[in-house]
């Protein structure tokens, strides 16, 4: 079968740095993709990694290992806004998505 | 962007429900997703120029169209009461899933 796992809930200090895990298992992969999901409103693209090593974009960073079957992403310097629900996605002849991993924010 | 109608919807058990979606500009692809409180967008089905060309595992009662115009409907027959949920549309350009899609706001069906 196809699935990716991720942690259900993660919780960080403003300010610090939080990494949110996502293994996968499919039948294809192209790649690997991440959404953002605030409460009440759609996914948005955050980062995409087709080959193995790390992508940055600004406060974001996302990385791949195709050997493992796992990606992470990491968020840095975290701000109260970036509370919200994180997806990985595998990129195949469609998109799977995660469970989502929930991030909450301490002041 | 990408824009959904209704927001909200309220149905009965074994009604049937059509939901619209409006692609962003040149995007020819768009796909739908099905989205139970708390879990990820489960993968429906997706369409590139108004042909269906990949399927997730929804029953057959699920069913969609995408016109000319890069606008979709999603239909779907015999509402269950699983079937309530928040109903995302995605777009992208390109025959194949994009690795980015641009999501809706999502209808909010609710079925009792």
């Known amino acids: 079968g196809q699935s990716l796992e991720q942690p259900s809930e993660v919780t960080a200090v403003e300010g610090a740095i939080v990494q949110i895990n996502c293994t996968y298992q499919t039948s294809g992969f192209y790649g690997l993709s991440w959404y953002q999901q605030h409460d009440g409103g759609a996914p948005t693209f955050l980062s995409y990694n087709a080959l193995d090593g790390l992508e940055e974009t600004g406060r974001f960073s996302s990385f791949l290992s195709r050997s493992d079957s796992y990606g992470y992403l990491l968020l840095q310097e975290l701000q109260m806004k970036d509370s919200a629900s994180y997806f990985c996605?595998?990129?195949?002849?469609?998109?799977?998505f995660g469970k989502g991993t929930r991030l909450h924010i301490l002041p | 962007g990408v824009t959904q109608s209704p927001t909200h919807l309220i149905k009965t058990r074994g009604q049937q429900v059509t939901l619209r979606c409006s692609s962003q500009?040149?995007?020819?692809?768009v796909s739908w997703y099905q989205q139970a409180l708390g879990q990820g967008p489960q993968f429906i089905f997706q369409?590139?120029?108004?042909?269906?060309?990949g399927r997730g595992n929804f029953p057959p009662r699920f069913s969609g169209l995408q016109f000319p115009n890069d606008s979709s409907e999603l239909n779907v027959n015999a509402l269950e009461l699983d079937d309530s949920a928040l109903y995302l549309c995605?777009?992208?350009?390109?025959?194949?899933?994009?690795?980015?899609?641009?999501f809706g706001p999502g209808t909010r069906l609710t079925v009792t």
């Open positions: 996605g595998v990129r195949d002849d469609k998109i799977i």
């Open positions: 369409y590139y120029r108004e042909e269906e060309n």
């Open positions: 500009s040149g995007h020819n692809t």
């Open positions: 995605a777009s992208s350009s390109g025959q194949g899933p994009s690795y980015e899609q641009y």
